[in-house]
């Protein structure tokens, strides 16, 4: 969302792309991206399947994600269709906004969910057959959702305090769930690579794909869930912290370790029985040190927000207004929220990392302009 000023409100119904301001050219950012990240990953990723046949992958992405790349860099979608092509590498469920919506409105999220499934079947030509909702959140009353829509599984995050003595590498049954599994990511594993890959004050820098494969080899159980954004590969992991020549030597190495091989999600699914029911009664995530939904609600800029654009929903969607419905469920995008988090640390250095803002207060005066244009807009077709 761009810099929506007090004077803007009344005067300007565009409220997600700023051509004046490089901080918020939505085409800049993900031109750049896609040039560090995106395009090199993948067409590693592509070398890498050819390469090594049991080689395997899975992508969440965004409709809106998928929306930008088309738009500005489709070199980025023919490399992920040809992936997906080797049909080796798996396409997950998600929301098409990347919103919070199930924990807000269980109809808006399905909206979501199936609009979703609608780009990805334009796009890849596949069905996805296990969901992964907007930043791994998780409860008990999501699994049950996804078991009665006919989903094979669902991945979360594998969080100890819910674990307790068990391990994130086994399949476990959602609480409530009569057929679908539940994948848990390995937290410490994912970081390794995601967080921890260049920092040279870390104990196991620098991290080798030998010395890795040798971790996951020695790890228990019957899988190893690896999840983490894509742009680890060359965007937070910049090229020159050797992150490109480690991910190309992974496959090579993990194949030295007797009875280690690939699985996609649904492979793994297949392979092994559940061990137990695991039991969320309360949302988790894969955010902050919380792992809550703290990172998006957890300040009363932020609360106030989010309760507000759901708010309007009833009136929103009376309307049948196709713009007016695609720019309030644009305003739901999580990262709207994330933006004006304050917390403090480590957490508050990751969010002011991924903020294209000054502050968490200009975020919020952004998004609260905005949404007062919104109800402008709103009001004036409801009369």
């Known amino acids: 969302m761009k810099r929506y000023s007090f004077f803007d409100v009344g005067n300007d119904p565009e409220y997600f792309n700023d051509r004046s301001d490089s901080d918020l050219n939505n085409r800049r950012i993900v031109e750049k991206v896609a040039r560090k990240s995106y395009i090199p990953a993948t067409r590693l990723l592509v070398a890498l399947l050819d390469r090594h046949p049991q080689m395997r992958a899975s992508f969440s992405f965004s409709g809106i994600a998928l929306e930008q790349m088309e738009r500005y860099v489709p070199e980025a979608i023919e490399l992920f269709k040809r992936a997906v092509d080797t049909g080796r590498v798996e396409v997950l469920g998600e929301t098409y906004y990347h919103s919070l919506a199930f924990f807000y409105s269980p109809v808006e999220f399905e909206s979501q969910v199936a609009k979703h499934r609608d780009i990805i079947r334009r796009i890849f030509g596949v069905r996805p057959r296990v969901f992964r909702n907007t930043e791994l959140s998780y409860r008990n009353d999501l699994g049950e959702w996804a078991d009665r829509n006919g989903y094979a599984g669902i991945i979360a995050e594998g969080w100890d305090p819910i674990l307790g003595w068990r391990s994130p590498n086994y399949v476990y049954t959602p609480k409530g769930s009569a057929n679908a599994r539940l994948l848990l990511k390995n937290y410490r594993l994912s970081d390794d690579v995601a967080f921890r ?169 952004a998004y609260m302009n905005a949404l007062s244009d919104f109800r402008f807009r709103l009001e004036k077709q409801q009369r």
């Open 197 to 365: 890959f260049s920092s040279q004050q870390w104990s196991e820098w620098p991290l080798t794909a030998e010395k890795f494969a040798q971790w996951v080899g020695a790890a228990e159980g019957d899988t190893v869930n690896l999840f983490m954004d894509y742009e680890t590969f060359g965007e937070h992991q910049w090229e020159d912290t050797g992150i490109f020549n480690f991910l190309e030597r992974l496959p090579e190495e993990l194949a030295k370790n007797p009875g280690i091989d690939f699985k996609t999600p649904s492979e793994v699914i297949a392979s092994y029985d559940p061990r137990d029911e695991v039991d969320m009664p309360h949302v988790v995530t894969w955010a902050d040190t919380d792992r809550d939904l703290t990172a998006w609600v957890g300040n009363p800029m932020q609360q106030a927000a989010i309760d507000n654009v759901y708010a309007l929903e009833p009136a929103v969607m009376r309307t049948n207004d196709t713009k007016l419905i695609d720019d309030w469920r644009r305003l739901q995008t999580s990262d709207h929220f994330y933006y004006m988090c304050t917390k403090w640390f480590q957490d508050g250095d990751v969010h002011a990392y991924f903020s294209p803002y000054e502050s968490p207060y200009e975020a919020y005066i």
